[in-house]
């Protein structure tokens, strides 16, 4: 199954007009190592944002401003640069329900 879901997740990479991908599945089967793992084979920056530390941004989300958005990730993982070989990724984001609708209207 695991190596499935690398093809899967290589597949929706290096597809040219790709949209935010939700991975879901229960908790602790491997999702947020995958994404990890991922990276590393492909020689990616990964940003990454663990939702459940950071719920002040539920606000930020909800605001649904795209500037004030980037700019609180930018300052929790540093300047978000090479967009083609780099993923921003927000791991439990069921943490800040706001960020889904958010990040879906704008990406």
């Given amino acids: 199954m695991e190596r499935a879901a690398a ?17 879901r599945g229960a ?11 991922f990276a590393q084979a492909r020689g990616l ?5 663990n939702l459940e530390r ?5 606000d930020v989300f909800h605001s649904g401003d795209l500037s004030r958005i980037l700019g609180e990730l930018q300052g929790i993982c ?3 640069r090479e967009r083609r070989s780099s993923i921003l ?13 958010a990040v879906g209207a704008h990406f």
Avoid: C, M
């Fill in 78 to 80: 540093g300047d978000i």
């Fill in 27 to 37: 908790r602790q089967v491997g999702k947020s190592t995958l994404v990890r793992l």
């Fill in 89 to 101: 990724f927000l791991d439990e984001i069921q943490a800040v329900p706001e960020a889904l609708p």
């Fill in 7 to 23: 093809i899967q997740l290589g597949s929706w990479f290096e597809s040219k007009n790709r949209k935010p991908l939700v991975l």
């Fill in 45 to 49: 920056t990964l940003y990454e944002v």
């Fill in 54 to 58: 950071h719920l002040y941004l539920r």
